[in-house]
Structure formats: structure tokens, C-alpha cells
């Protein structure tokens, strides 16, 4: 078990540029999320996959962001034309999807917007 | 509707005093809740999680947290604080059935030596 993994863990972008973020979770686990957190903040829940399917997303995660679990494995996370705004703290968690379940969350990846 | 309020963003302590940290939750179900920690330029660790057992939950590190429902209190403790303990604490919430987390705002804890 190696834990979550986050790539890139520090990124650097100008405004207007697309960016593009990987998360490998947990090897069995079929739930994974996403998580924003900005300085001062905790994390906000972004959103969710069972496996393949996202199931819930938050108002959070407006046009320009999208979400992937093509194979029910790794995700990316997208997001077009980014703004200073967006610069923030992007976490991914991964939880086995039982009751009682507990999120398990990688390092993150550090998103600046120049 | 769930949410948690973490009172005191900012906490300090002496090295080898009582750490509490408090958290209250609100939740329209059955709440999971969640002590986390985060050290600088990292992810967050599970330090323990109430999931309706016993309302005395024990974590690593020698930290605990006691439910108390009629206060709606998920407050954490620990008896001795150690210079490794400065980092940042999140509470969480999670309502039965649901499956977004809820976090706090966090709370920075200082050990002074």
C-alpha cells in the first residue's frame, strides 16, 4: 500500500492557461474526491467517483473544471482558462466506499495562477 | 445540511501541557466526525474518527476525542504536548449516507518548548 499519490505536487501557471492534475488512489479503493483548500481554509469537497461514475459535484466545481476516472483508477483533474482565483491547494482522497469509510488523502498538489 | 465550527484558529501551548482543541458539529443525520492533521505543505492524516462505537475515541500519538451529543462536541485532547505536535487540525463531519466531508476552518497549534 503505497497511499495516494498527487502529480504534480507544485505547479506554476499564467492566467488563461489550462492546467491539468493526477491522482492515483488507494490500489482497492473505489471512491475517490476531490478537495479544494485555499490558505486559511479547510478543504472543500469538490467532488466524487464510485469507481467510474461521478456521483456528486459540488457548486464549487464551475465550466471550467472537469473530472475523470476513466477506468475507475487514476483521476485528473482539468481546468481551462485558469484564473488567480483557482490558485489554491488541490487535494484527492480515496476510501474503500464501505460504511464507516475514511477518507485517505494524498500531499496534494499546489496550484499557483500568475 | 452538516457543518463544523472550530473555535480558536490559532492555539499555544507549553511542551508537556493538556492540548485541547475544540470542535462542534451540526448534522441533520447521525454524524461520522474526523480529527485530521496537516503538517506544512502536506496532505491530511487521520488522527482518529467517531462512527457511532464508543463516544471515547482513541487516535495516534496519544490523542483523543470524546462525542458528546448533547453538546455537539467533537473536542480533542491530549494529555502531554510534544514539539511534533505543531501543525494545523482539522474537525470534520460527515453525515450518515452521505458521502461529501465537511472540514472545519482548522485550528494552529504551537508548542512552546
Known amino acids: 500500500d503505497t497511499g495516494v499519490s498527487q502529480d504534480p505536487r507544485h505547479k506554476i501557471t499564467k492566467r488563461g492557461q489550462n492546467v491539468t492534475f493526477r491522482c492515483d488512489p488507494i490500489s482497492e479503493h473505489n471512491r475517490l474526491y476531490w478537495y479544494r483548500q485555499t490558505l486559511g481554509q479547510g478543504p472543500e469537497f469538490l467532488t466524487y467517483?464510485?469507481?467510474?461514475?461521478?456521483?456528486?459535484k459540488s457548486r464549487l466545481l464551475s465550466d471550467r473544471f472537469s473530472a475523470e476516472r476513466p477506468k475507475g483508477s487514476f483521476s485528473t483533474l482539468e481546468i481551462q482558462r485558469t484564473e488567480q482565483g483557482d490558485s489554491a491547494m488541490y487535494l484527492c482522497?480515496?476510501?474503500?466506499?464501505?460504511?464507516?469509510?475514511?477518507?485517505?488523502f494524498g500531499p496534494g498538489t499546489r496550484l499557483l495562477v500568475l | 445540511a452538516q457543518s463544523v465550527t472550530q473555535l480558536g484558529s490559532h492555539v499555544s501551548v507549553s511542551e508537556g501541557a493538556l492540548v485541547l482543541l475544540r470542535c462542534n458539529y451540526s448534522?441533520?443525520?447521525?454524524?461520522?466526525l474526523f480529527w485530521y492533521v496537516q503538517y506544512p505543505n502536506q496532505g491530511l492524516q487521520l488522527l482518529l474518527k467517531?462512527?457511532?462505537?464508543?463516544?471515547l475515541v482513541k487516535g495516534i500519538n496519544d490523542f483523543e476525542a470524546e462525542f458528546k451529543k448533547s453538546e455537539t462536541s467533537f473536542h480533542l485532547t491530549k494529555p502531554s504536548a510534544h514539539m511534533s505536535d505543531a501543525a494545523e487540525y482539522f474537525c470534520a463531519v460527515r453525515g450518515g449516507g452521505y458521502q461529501k466531508v465537511t472540514f472545519g476552518t482548522g485550528t494552529k497549534l504551537q508548542v512552546i518548548p
Open positions: 448534522s441533520s443525520v447521525p454524524p461520522y
Open positions: 467517531y462512527t457511532s462505537a464508543a463516544t
Open positions: 467517483f464510485q469507481n467510474e461514475a461521478q456521483l456528486e
Open positions: 482522497a480515496s476510501s474503500l466506499g464501505v460504511d464507516q469509510e475514511t477518507q485517505y
